[in-house]
Every structure is written in structure tokens, then in C-alpha cells.
């Protein structure tokens, strides 16, 4: 039998049902994770539902044993205790690590041999912001699939009570995350690196992680505090970037690595102060492991630059690119079924599988890897970023749409850019050479550039992308042709930023 009714959409705080009838928004239930607003759109005893709901797939499956972490935000401990309540009333068995990251709860699925975990987080999300990245087949995480079938139980109300539910804590594991992940790998040389973390759950990681390879540690906003009193701990938005830039500057560092609120992202700065997107970082280090894994599969996401495919060292190692659906659990889906060396998202995701890592997104092992890469080079960070071939990319901007219109609109929007490349259309005077539609549309133009349009997976908005490999007027020149359409589409509001 269930423990609660169907859930309700919305009940009034400061009453006696706020704390015993369960509330969920059903829009909180996203693609590959799950994020509301606390409490205005779940309460504490929507969480011990979603848990319940949760422990009955897990008892579906046979792997009602489950690893539980939480992030560092004033009420994620009152989170993860009514999830893991809800676990245990449906029979699981529940290992609770602490405060941690989201890669720490990831290594502990392998390190402990458990089949599932549940971290809770808001990763990069402002305060205010709650959620549950969930894994049952490691190192996999939920995708669309898994998502929807958590939201039907949920949201029917029918998880189901079993008894044989335990609890217990199992400490240390930050510490063996960081021996599994240094262990006596140590750089050639001392770098002078900045460690910025927004006051997020990183700070008790990443500058350990960079002391045992032997830099000098610069530390940013690493003091953990949940008020977050500087920025967002976010390293693809520019205050977050802005600020390890002046850092650099300020310390003469050799470059900076900032860290999302999770820990499972990582951003870069060089010694000159210019911030490198991820998808740029991860060609440079393609570039660093080519000799080693010539012929290896490289999967990007549809936001990355086209530098995967075109440029000319990665070709001459045979070095394959595979473009893919944006989104943690997608990409890892992709890295594991081709079998690929790293996969690598422009908001800073890393996923570094075999001999490298284990295939999760952190941003830990892929600090590790940027050090290795300059220190190996014997060049500046901002050498190896000059090496690249030039290509002018806008930031990631996003307009409005609504969560439940996005979808649909992105559909039209596909259709319309499909039979406009048939009809023989063009964006900045340049052909489409072909329209991607695995996650929305990403026209392929000719002469190496793109545009993308796709739907955001955690947000109320489309996200746009340009690229041009010849100059920032052609840019700027595509985005306007993009944006013009997009103009036309009553449902698309106002971005967050413009180039």
C-alpha cells in the first residue's frame, strides 16, 4: 500500500496540511534530474514522496540499496533526511555519505559497490533552488526515461511501503575520493593556480585536490557559506569568470579553475585573464592526449564548438567527434555506449572515461587533467589556447519560454529551420548544409559555422548558440538572421544576454 495520497499542486505554507499532505509541482520533474523551488513548490513531505517513489522503482529493479549525499545549502540536510525517510519506507537500504558533491556520491556508488544514489542539489541553481540527481546503473544517471516513470509514480500517488528499510553513515569518503583521484600523481613544476568555488560545496575539495599535485593554491570565495555572498557558484556565468580573471591578474597565476555548486563542473581562466569556455578547454586537452589515444571517439554536445571535427591535430590522430543531445545524463549514455574516451559539454561538464576517469561528470578529475596538460606542455595556459585554430563563438543566451510551451515551440522551430534548409535557404548568406536535430536544431552551415536552437532542460527558456570560424561580423551576422526568426515566434521572450 501506498504511505501518501497523489500529491497535490499546491497547498498553503504555515498550515497543518503544508506538513502532512504532499505537495509537487509537476514541472519540478525535468529530463535527466529534478529541481524545484523550496518550499514553494515541494514540501518536506513531497520530498519523503518522491523518495517513496524512488524506493519503489529501486524495488522494481532489485537494487534497493542506495547511496544518499547532499550539497551544502541551509536546508538540503532537512531535504535529504525527508528523502531518505522515504527510501527507507520503501524498504531501502540507505547509505547516508554527508555533505559532499555530486561526483564524491557518484565515486561512492563504485568505491562502496552500491547500485544507486540520489544526491541532493541544486547544483548551480540560486538559493531558493532544490533537487535530486539520481543514479541506478552506474555511471549512469536518470535520463528522460527513468525521469517520467519516477514522475508517473510520484504523481499518482502510488509508491509503495515495504518493510526491511535501514540507515547508516558511512564516513570519510571525501578522503577517499581525493586518494582515488590523486593518489602519487605529482606535477613537474609548481603552478600558481586559483581556486574559486563561489562558497560552495567545492571549497572542501578542489583546494585539497590541487594542493597534493603540488601547486601553489590561490584561494577565491572557498570558505563554505550557504548564503552564497559573493556570486553564484555558476563558472559559465561572467560575474563568477570576471572575478577569477581579476584574481589572476591581482596573483600573477598561471591560470584559474572555478567550480559549480556541486562540484561536478569546472571552469577555466588563462594567465592573460581570458576566459576559456569548456568545450574550447576540452579540445586543448583532446590535443594533450592524442599521441596516447590516437583514433579515440570524442562526444561534444550540440553547444560546442565544431572544433572537435575540424580541427587539425585531432584529424591527424584520427580522433573521432560525435555531437550529442546537452544534459549530464545524455552525454554520460553516450560516452558509455560508444565506448568513448571523454565526452564534453560547453557549460563544463567533463565526462573522462577509460583509463582517465570512470565516465561521470567532475570537475575534480578534470582539474587533475588541466594541470597535467600544462605541465606537460611546458607552455602557458594561454599558449596552448593561442594554438587552437581561431573560431568567434557567442555566449550560451537564453530567452524566455515557458516550461510548458517550450517543447512544443522548439518542435516548430525545428520543422521551420528543416524546410528552410530544403527550400534552399540561408543564414548569413551561407548555405545549411545539414540541420542536427538531436536536441532541437543545429544548422550546419557552409565554411564551418552553426547556429543552435534547443529547448533548456532545467530552465524556462530556449538556448541559443552561434559559431563562426572566420570573424566575429559573421557571428554577429548569424545570430541576427537566428534571432530574426525567433522574433516571430510569439511564445520566445526576452534573453538574458545578447552579444
Known amino acids: 500500500m501506498s504511505v501518501f495520497p497523489k500529491p497535490l499542486t499546491s497547498v498553503t505554507e504555515n498550515t497543518a496540511d503544508f506538513l502532512t499532505v504532499p505537495m509537487i509541482t509537476p514541472t519540478g520533474f525535468r529530463e535527466y534530474d529534478a529541481r524545484w523551488r523550496f518550499p514553494q513548490e515541494i514540501n518536506l513531505v513531497g520530498i519523503q514522496a518522491v523518495g517513496l517513489g524512488l524506493g519503489t522503482m529501486l524495488q522494481e529493479w532489485g537494487k534497493a540499496k542506495i547511496v544518499v549525499g547532499c550539497d551544502y545549502r541551509s536546508y538540503s540536510l532537512d531535504v535529504k533526511q525527508a528523502l531518505t525517510l522515504g527510501l527507507m519506507s520503501a524498504g531501502c537500504e540507505v547509505i547516508d555519505i554527508g555533505v559532499a558533491l555530486s561526483p564524491v556520491t557518484y565515486f561512492s556508488q563504485f568505491d562502496l559497490d552500491v547500485p544507486a544514489c540520489a544526491m541532493v542539489t541544486a547544483s548551480h541553481n540560486p538559493n531558493g533552488w532544490t533537487g535530486v540527481k539520481i543514479g541506478a546503473d552506474r555511471p549512469l544517471t536518470f535520463g528522460p526515461e527513468e525521469m517520467g516513470r519516477l514522475k508517473e509514480i510520484v504523481l499518482a500517488g502510488e509508491g509503495k511501503a515495504a518493510t526491511g528499510g535501514s540507515y547508516r553513515v558511512e564516513s570519510g569518503m571525501i578522503e577517499r575520493y581525493l586518494d582515488d583521484l590523486v593518489g602519487d600523481t605529482r606535477l613537474s613544476r609548481k603552478m600558481r593556480v586559483v581556486c574559486a568555488t563561489g562558497n560552495g560545496t567545492a571549497g572542501l575539495t578542489a583546494p585539497r585536490l590541487l594542493e597534493r599535485l603540488g601547486c601553489e593554491v590561490i584561494p577565491l570565495h572557498t570558505e563554505l557559506d550557504y548564503s552564497f555572498p559573493n556570486y553564484n557558484p555558476n563558472p559559465e556565468a ?74 587539425p591535430v585531432l584529424q591527424a590522430a584520427g ?181
Open 319 to 499: 580522433m573521432k567527434a560525435d555531437y550529442w543531445k546537452t544534459g549530464h545524463s545524455h552525454m554520460k549514455r553516450r560516452v558509455h555506449e560508444l565506448g568513448a574516451l571523454a565526452g564534453f559539454e560547453k557549460s563544463g561538464h567533463y565526462f573522462l572515461a577509460g583509463p582517465l576517469g570512470r565516465g561521470y561528470d567532475c570537475g575534480m578529475v578534470v582539474a587533475r587533467e588541466i594541470c597535467l596538460m600544462v605541465d606537460r606542455a611546458g607552455q602557458k595556459m594561454s599558449d596552448l589556447r593561442k594554438a587552437l585554430p581561431p573560431v568567434w563563438t557567442t555566449p550560451t543566451m537564453s530567452p524566455h519560454c515557458a516550461d510548458l510551451e517550450k517543447y512544443g515551440v522548439i518542435d516548430r522551430i525545428v520543422a521551420h529551420f528543416e524546410r528552410f534548409a530544403a527550400d534552399g535557404g540561408t543564414i548569413a548568406g551561407l548555405k545549411i548544409e545539414k540541420v542536427i536535430t538531436i536536441n532541437g536544431a543545429r544548422m550546419q552551415l557552409e565554411g564551418g559555422g552553426w547556429a543552435l536552437v534547443r529547448a533548456s532542460s532545467n530552465t524556462p527558456n530556449l538556448v541559443v548558440v552561434c559559431e563562426s570560424p572566420e570573424s566575429e561580423a559573421q557571428m554577429r551576422a548569424i545570430f541576427a538572421d537566428v534571432d530574426a526568426y525567433l522574433d516571430t515566434v510569439p511564445e520566445v521572450g526576452e534573453y538574458d544576454q545578447k552579444i
Open 238 to 311: 561572467m560575474e563568477m569568470l570576471h572575478s577569477m580573471a581579476d584574481a589572476v591578474k591581482e596573483h600573477g597565476a598561471d591560470f584559474a579553475l572555478g567550480f559549480d555548486g556541486d562540484g561536478d563542473r569546472c571552469g577555466v581562466v588563462d594567465d592573460e585573464g581570458e576566459e576559456i569556455f569548456a568545450d574550447k578547454v576540452g579540445v586543448m586537452l583532446a590535443r594533450s592526449w592524442a599521441d596516447d589515444h590516437p583514433g579515440a571517439t570524442l562526444v561534444a554536445d550540440v553547444k560546442s564548438t565544431g572544433l572537435f571535427s575540424s580541427d
